[in-house]
């Protein structure tokens, strides 16, 4: 469900037998849909005369399995490096900006902290080095793989040229 309006007025849904009606009002992020990113809207809720409100996040199956567009990722940490740069606006800014964007803090939090590591602020491995390190990890499997084969084939060919021929 694509949503580019930030709010839907409020309407009233007809219950079943038995049942309140209840408020329902779609709220969209404003601040991801100005960058140009979908984001799942909200629910709110509300049971005129009981006080009682819930709001939800929708969320399907095809939107859990969607990743972070690479575009919203890398304008998140640039937000976020940005509002550590200003003086005051450090502490909490990746909350701040993760909920605006609708990205979990601590993923954004990491992201941040891997952008600082590949760019030599924060030491730790980087990006380039992890995937290198993955590679030749690979490699290693693959040979120890055909080292294994070729053990066996060559134990077999000897046991083959030991026994008696007819």
Do not use: Y
């Not at 509300?46 to 567009?69: A, C, K």
């Not at 919203?72 to 740069?85: H, M, Q, T």
């Not at 964007?101 to 590949?118: F, K, M």
Request: proline share 7%; net charge neutral.
């Amino acid at each position: 469900m694509v949503m580019r309006s930030t709010t839907s007025s409020p309407r009233t849904l007809p219950a079943p037998a038995g049942h309140r009606t209840a408020d329902v009002e779609i709220v969209a992020n404003a601040a991801a849909d100005e960058l140009g990113f979908h984001v799942e809207p909200e629910v709110r809720v509300s049971f005129p005369g009981t006080g009682r409100r819930d709001s939800r996040q929708i969320t399907t199956r095809e939107n859990i399995d969607t990743p972070v567009q690479p575009v919203l990722r890398e304008r998140a940490i640039r937000l976020v490096l940005d509002a550590k740069a200003e003086p005051g606006s450090a502490k909490g800014a990746c909350a701040r900006i993760g909920n605006q964007l609708g990205i979990n803090p601590e993923t954004l939090r990491g992201w941040v902290a891997q952008a600082e590591v590949d760019a030599g602020v924060r030491p730790g491995m980087s990006t380039a080095d992890a995937a290198r390190i993955d590679e030749l990890e690979r490699e290693v499997r693959e040979l120890r793989r055909a080292n294994a084969i070729l053990k066996s084939a060559s134990a077999f060919l000897a046991a083959e040229l030991d026994r008696p021929h007819r």
